[in-house]
């Protein structure tokens, strides 16, 4: 890692901590408490507001902030290629702040770096999902957002067809598939349902509720103890 990264690291894990020791930073950046000290005093002596001393931890004042930084080579590849892969294989709504987003991007790109974002060598494949999944998608992010309960008609891997009502907590994209984490009022417990198995879906007017152990971080645990049943 270049110095001048390091000290920017090192800003911004003392902006985001109440406090921060040298030993812990020198852990993060793998470098010794030594190479930290020497640091912190060089950005105190740059302007740069920090309180604090050696053996007990360093803050930065409130309200001190930094300038824009500028992305590396890495950074603009990363972001280019989670935009394809969001214009490829979600709706159209974020497939057009994607692109959005990366022509924002690139009008605060100087020069030399405009031609990274043509110009990285990682795709994804053009849109790989149909207008009646992209339009479910959209529905249903409307739905988690606003805590709105979903009636949809559903078919297992069997064929077998249901009609559920459910609280939609979260999409989970698998690669090639889109899954609805949600609670099931039909089973009342977690279910997860593909989007392409999902024949029809109305959003309802009315609110679910905030309920302990059917949020979607209880669904995530829940998954993790064991596998949930379509």
Not at 221 to 229: A, F, L, P, S, Y
């Amino acid at each position: 890692m270049r110095r001048a990264d390091r000290l920017f690291q090192i800003i911004q894990f003392l902006r985001t901590r109440r406090v921060t020791t040298a030993s812990w930073l020198a852990e993060r950046l793998e470098v010794s408490e030594r190479t930290i000290y020497r640091d912190i005093k060089d950005l105190i002596l740059s302007g740069v507001s920090i309180e604090g001393e050696a053996g007990v931890g360093y803050v930065v004042r409130r309200g001190f902030d930094l300038p824009p930084l500028m992305f590396s080579e890495n950074e603009i590849s990363a972001l280019t290629l989670g935009a394809r892969i969001v214009e490829s294989w979600a709706d159209a709504s974020l497939a057009t702040a994607a692109q959005s987003a990366l022509s924002k991007i690139e009008t605060v790109l100087p020069d030399d770096l405009k031609g990274s974002l043509e110009n990285t060598l990682l795709f994804s494949p053009l849109t790989r999902i149909t207008p009646e999944i992209s339009t479910a998608m959209a529905e249903i992010r409307f739905a988690a957002d606003n805590r709105r309960k979903v009636s949809l008609q559903y078919s297992t891997a069997t064929g077998k067809s249901s009609e559920r009502v459910i609280w939609p907590l979260g999409l989970f994209f698998w690669g090639s598939v889109w899954t609805i984490g949600a609670w099931c009022e039909l089973r009342n417990d977690f279910r997860i349902f593909r989007l392409d198995r999902v024949d029809t879906l109305c959003v309802l007017d009315e609110e679910y509720p905030l309920e302990k152990g059917k949020s979607l971080q209880d669904l995530i645990g829940n998954q993790k103890r064991h596998d949930c049943q379509l």
